[in-house]
């Protein structure tokens, strides 16, 4: 969730508003947001929301972030598109005012005056950051890597880095993804080889799935297509929605006459088609997960087909990635993925040497490394202290909420601002699921519930029917039925000392069945089921 915020004076401005997909201990979550009760709080001071390229780690935010604060956007084409395309899904109070923003642009932000810098990534229209401030400037990389060859030929503005680094850089900000990557990244171009012989020899369809994102990778594919005498279809509603978005602004070229609409590919020849698919880590209702099982409406994986994954692996989409080959194998078609010479994917993070370069580039005062683990983060304060004698003064590792401050006398950290994450649920209109919802959901995943029903005469209070005990999830031993028995003695053992009041008070008695019937449970198994007591009133 890369979200930062720089403040001078009476003036703040944030750098990106990124989301993250939740893991498997979220349950029921879509999405993680950032909360931003500290910019509301000096939503007085916000002058501006500034994005530097399209990724959803760094935009998928920007319609919570709005529905909170209204603020103007500065942002990219392709950032800007994709944004105002997710906001039609939103009710907003107030209509967002955008400014869109190239290389070499600048804007003032109240005492802050930001450049955007191009840089070369896995996607396009990326841009760093140069920020003015009265002390300085402050430079921000975002996600980039140093391409010499971009498909796009849009070169990374190494120049400006070092312009910058010749006048003088108070604070880097750089991105540390790859640090742990010795060398260089490789050119997006490198994985053309690869490609252009699986199109070239394939006698059936060639499926290739990629982030919806990579308009480079995407550009490739097209291009390759076309040479190799194949249409395309481009299937999955991410991959129709960016790849539409780029077209219309002249960010993807897509020669007349090669796209089909993925209806009309099943009438070619198979040696004839290309499909890009959405759906590269396995997401269970992704196009390319369907079409593993024989369930999407077009995409049809037949024997002879080859299927490309020209993604990394997300750290935790393994196995789901994994059981979708299973499956594509099963339908007789062969998969490529992985590690290969020459490769099918290359990162869009900058590796060991890349990093050092921008440390060197830029010689600044003071360093602190930015999107990635913490592992990684202190590998670069490591890189960044053997440059102490070039420059570098002092580095530090900051980590949600914490705050660096920078004055005339030097830099130190001071007293952190309460931050934290907010847990949206899309199937229920994107409301925010509270972290004591979890709590239960996780508790019923790991032990189950237990419903004690019993029916008691309001007027009386005695039984009149039950007590029943109804079981989800909690694990009974089937030589052990006596533990259901045990159960119903407990409630009714609890009514009988009940007196009259309490009796005919629901609630009373409901708290006091699930504090007596959870005990005996927990005493006898050891285990702690969710105990939800139903008390009807006759």
């Known amino acids: 969730m890369n979200m930062l915020a720089l403040r001078c004076g009476g003036d703040l401005i944030v750098i990106d508003a990124g989301m993250m997909f939740p893991g498997g201990e979220l349950l029921g979550v879509d999405i993680v947001v950032p909360d931003v009760g500290y910019l509301v709080e000096h939503r007085e001071e916000v002058r501006g929301l500034v994005l530097t390229h399209c990724h959803e780690d760094h935009i998928g935010a920007v319609p919570y972030v709005l529905s909170q604060i209204d603020i103007p956007i500065y942002a990219p084409r392709l950032a800007r598109a994709l944004v105002e395309r997710r906001l039609e899904e939103h009710e907003l109070n107030e209509e967002p005012v955008f400014h869109e923003m190239g290389s070499g642009d600048t804007v003032e932000l109240g005492c802050f005056q930001v450049e955007f810098i191009q840089v070369t990534h896995s996607t396009a229209d990326s841009f760093a950051l140069a920020v003015q401030t009265p002390l300085g400037a402050v430079i921000h990389t975002g996600d980039f890597k140093i391409d010499p060859t971009p498909v796009d030929n849009r070169l990374f503005d190494l120049h400006r880095f070092a312009d910058y680094g010749q006048r003088g850089v108070l604070l880097l900000l750089s991105d540390s993804t790859n640090i742990e990557v010795d060398g260089y990244t490789p050119s997006e171009k490198t994985v053309r080889p690869q490609l252009e012989d699986l199109l070239q020899r394939s006698s059936g369809t060639v499926f290739i799935s990629c982030f919806s994102s990579s308009t480079h990778r995407v550009q490739q594919i097209l291009d390759l297509s076309l040479q190799c005498g194949r249409k395309a279809s481009l299937v999955g509603r991410s991959m129709q929605t960016s790849s539409e978005l780029a077209h219309d602004l002249g960010l993807l070229r897509i020669p007349d006459g090669l796209l089909l609409r993925p209806g009309d590919i099943q009438r070619l020849p198979r040696s004839q088609r290309t499909v890009i698919i959405a759906g590269s880590q396995g997401e269970p209702l992704s ?200 159960a119903r003695e407990v409630v009714a053992n609890t009514l009988a000392a009940a007196t009259y009041e309490e009796k005919t008070d629901g609630r009373v008695m409901e708290e006091k069945v699930r504090a007596d019937l959870r005990r005996h449970l927990s005493r006898e198994t050891s285990s702690r089921p969710l105990v939800l007591p139903v008390i009807l009133e006759t």
């Not at 409406?297 to 750290?315: C, K, N």
């Not at 590796?351 to 592992?375: C, D, I, S």
């Not at 931050?419 to 209109?429: A, H, L, M, N």
């Open 287 to 486: 196009s390319l997960s369907r079409a593993s099982v024989g369930k999407h409406r077009y995409a049809r994986i037949e024997e002879g087909d080859q299927v490309v994954l020209s993604a990394r692996m997300i750290p935790g989409n393994e196995k789901a990635i994994f059981r979708m080959i299973d499956h594509i194998y099963r339908r007789e078609a062969e998969v490529f993925y992985g590690a290969m010479n020459p490769p099918l994917h290359v990162s869009g993070h900058a590796a060991r040497q890349e990093l050092l370069l921008m440390l060197n580039l830029t010689r600044p005062k003071y360093f602190v490394p930015v999107h990635g683990e913490y592992r990684q983060l202190s590998r670069h304060i490591r890189m960044a202290e053997t440059l102490r004698g070039s420059g570098i003064e002092d580095s530090f590792l900051l980590q949600s909420g914490d705050v660096l401050e920078i004055d005339e006398e030097g830099a130190r950290r001071r007293e952190s601002v309460a931050v934290g994450r907010v847990c949206i649920d899309s199937g229920t209109g994107d409301e925010i699921v509270e972290e004591m919802v979890i709590r239960d959901r996780r508790h019923l995943s790991e032990f189950g519930v237990v419903i004690p029903i019993v029916a008691l005469n309001r007027h009386t209070g005695e039984i009149e029917s039950g007590p029943e005990i109804v079981t989800r999830g909690f694990v009974i031993r089937e030589d052990d039925p006596s533990l259901l028995e045990s």
